[in-house]
């Protein structure tokens, strides 16, 4: 029996019957789900979902590609499936509002989220202490006076410098210029209860509702 344990995130237009697809998809594959939230936007009228399980099986992962793409083609959906135990690296952009991010370096800092903070960036100074009392670089990006496209690219930069897999956009909003920053709809773009999994790739999470820039 394998001891590996896998997440998967998706994101898809809301219907009837995904959450009990995916527990299917799981069980049929050989998995034992863990632990699994979802949340509805009815606003975008979309449907976002998080699920932890068990391979019993020991299959390569290609396997379990194999088993949710017929799944996602059927729903519409955007996924990613990776291995619980990879320690991601993490970007935290913040805003003016702080709280979010106190609260993630702290998480961090005790050890309740298994990745890897290695920057903080904003558009302002005001949390710069903050992040040097963790030991945490601090970026700063283009003021709120740039063109929003000039901040995402900045943030972007940042993101390729330091091999980020993880953007948490912590009461930050990213401008309308690239899309792997902004998509209501998308799987780059997920909620609060997602937030301590750090279960997202290469993608951005929000900690609440995207407000200052």
């Known amino acids: 029996m394998s001891d590996r344990e896998l997440i998967v995130t998706l994101s898809c237009p809301d219907r009837r019957g995904i959450v009990y697809a995916v527990a299917r998809t799981i069980a049929e594959g050989g998995g034992n789900i863990v632990d699994s939230h979802q949340f509805g936007d009815p606003d975008a009228s979309a449907f976002f979902m998080r699920v932890h399980f068990a391979d019993e099986t020991g299959a390569p992962l290609e396997t379990w590609h194999d088993a949710f793409g017929p799944l996602a083609d059927e729903y519409g959906m955007r996924w990613e499936l990776h291995d619980a135990g990879h320690r991601q690296r993490v970007l935290v952009a913040v805003s003016r509002e702080g709280h979010c991010l106190n609260d ?14 290695v920057g903080v960036a904003s558009t302002y ?43 948490i956009l912590a009461r930050y909003i990213a401008g309308a210029g690239d899309g792997r920053l902004r998509d209501p709809g998308g799987a780059c773009h997920q909620y609060p209860p997602f937030v301590p999994s750090l279960v997202q790739r290469g993608a951005a999470l929000c900690t609440g509702p995207m407000t200052g820039g």
């Open 104 to 117: 993630l370096l702290c998480r961090w800092q005790t050890g309740a989220l298994a990745a890897d903070i």
């Open 125 to 167: 100074r005001d949390f710069e202490a903050l992040a040097t009392g963790y030991r945490v670089p601090y970026h700063l990006l283009p003021d709120s006076d740039a063109p929003a496209v000039d901040r995402d690219a900045a943030l972007l930069t940042l993101v390729e410098e330091h091999r980020i897999e993880l953007v």
